[in-house]
């Protein structure tokens, strides 16, 4: 069974402090992997990542994919309030299952 | 801004309405899809449709009833729902067919409560 573990599932840091989360997975025929913030409403496209090894950066955020290692992270350096959110890793396959999701990561920066 | 449009944001049914939720997207994406999301929960996958065809059901109860009237829309018709399918409702659409690697975006979701 196709499987993405995100981690931590839950954090709490300080504006201005760098974080990283990362997403492992488990999935036959792998396509993609994809991160999403998610506030209170729908998921919001961050991320996509194909191959190994190439940085997408986007302002204060990064993400790096490891297909030998089956992971990726995401990097949020300088952290602010509206940086709050959950964090959600998701995986292309070519099975039936289009997007196969982690639980997230629940990210809280506090002031 | 998302390009994927739902609507209503919020609904409350009772448990004997009919209802739909309806999205919209004008991308030119070929592939559109239904999922629901709990609180605290990943969003999970309810239908697929590619090219306008039902390609993906995952064992949905036949209380909810998707329809797709052309490439751009897609509908979910609610019937005889019970409490616990309150939910966040979110549509989303994609170029091509899920297996892909195209990426998936999501529009801003229904609220539904069914009282």
């Known amino acids: 069974e196709d499987k993405v573990v995100q981690s931590p599932l839950s954090l709490v840091v300080h504006e201005g402090d760098t974080v990283t989360l990362n997403c492992s997975y488990e999935?036959?025929?792998?396509?993609?992997l994809l991160w999403y913030k998610q506030e209170k409403k729908a998921p919001t496209f961050l991320f996509m990542l194909?191959?190994?090894?190439i940085e997408k950066k986007s302002g204060r955020l990064s993400s790096i994919l490891d297909k030998k290692e089956l992971f990726s992270i995401l990097n949020i350096t300088a952290t602010q309030t509206g940086d709050s959110a959950v964090y959600l890793c998701?995986?292309?396959?070519?099975?039936?299952?289009?997007?196969?999701f982690g639980k997230g990561t629940r990210l809280s920066v506090i002031a | 801004d998302t390009e994927v449009t739902q609507t209503p944001k919020h609904l409350v049914m009772g448990m004997t309405n009919k209802k739909s939720l309806k999205c919209e997207q004008h991308?030119?994406?070929?592939?559109m899809y239904w999922y629901k999301q709990k609180a605290k929960k990943p969003p999970e996958l309810m239908f697929v449709y590619s090219y306008e065809k039902l390609s993906i059901n995952e064992s949905v109860p036949s209380r909810f009833s998707p329809e797709c009237p052309n490439s751009s829309l897609l509908n979910l018709h609610l019937h005889a729902l019970q409490p616990e399918d309150s939910a966040l409702y979110l549509c989303?659409?994609?170029?091509?067919?899920?297996?892909?690697?195209?990426?998936?975006?999501f529009g801003e979701g229904s609220w539904l409560t069914v009282v």
């Open positions: 999935v036959t025929n792998f396509r993609s």
């Open positions: 998701a995986v292309i396959t070519m099975g039936n299952t289009p997007l196969v």
């Open positions: 194909t191959s190994s090894g």
């Open positions: 989303a659409s994609s170029q091509g067919r899920q297996s892909s690697g195209n990426t998936i975006y």
């Open positions: 991308m030119g994406h070929r592939a």
